[in-house]
């Protein structure tokens, strides 16, 4: 069986991730998406547990896949879950240099592969970070094509006013 792992904060996930994660299950027997905690990106919007809640009802059509999270290396992780190859989403050309570099890495330390998916221009303008930022500062209902359902639904239920009025 082909495994496949899709690491990454998710934080929150968006329809990027989704199209990342709907190749992926096209190409492997096996999809693992696994959120984590990433540190350098400062506190999160939603916790490890609500992002695993959120990911699983945004890809509930696809039966090749699961969500685990982690708080270790990835290379461990993909190990542990008997994963050949991780996948990563690239957006825009800067992505790459360093998603590069981490999957060369991962290849030297522990000989684990890495697949690149291009997002479509469509979603290539998504980040985590602004979809944040717009439901923060009430712009919710304005984000309501960069992300699915069920993270709409949260990021309303999170900020309440985030309904495209302004906040005082």
């Known amino acids: 069986m082909r495994t496949a792992l899709f690491p990454g904060s998710f934080d929150p996930f968006h329809n990027g991730h989704l199209e990342v994660v709907e190749a992926a299950s096209k190409l ?96 290539s303008f998504i980040a985590s970070k602004y979809v944040r930022d717009f439901a923060h500062y009430g712009g919710a209902s304005r984000i309501r094509g960069t992300v699915p359902a069920p993270v709409m639904e949260r990021l309303v239920a999170k900020f309440p006013t985030a309904n495209g009025a302004s906040r005082s």
């Open 28 to 123: 492997f027997d096996r999809v693992v998406v696994a959120p984590m905690r990433n540190t350098q990106k400062g506190a999160p919007l939603f916790d490890v547990d609500e992002r695993m809640a959120m990911i699983a009802d945004s890809v509930a059509h696809l039966d090749n896949v699961e969500i685990s999270s982690f708080s270790s290396l990835v290379v461990d992780l993909a190990r542990h879950l008997g994963a050949n190859v991780i996948v990563k989403g690239l957006r825009v050309a800067s992505d790459a240099e360093s998603e590069l570099q981490q999957a060369q890495m991962n290849k030297k330390v522990a000989g684990i592969e890495t697949l690149f998916i291009p997002c479509s221009s469509e979603y």
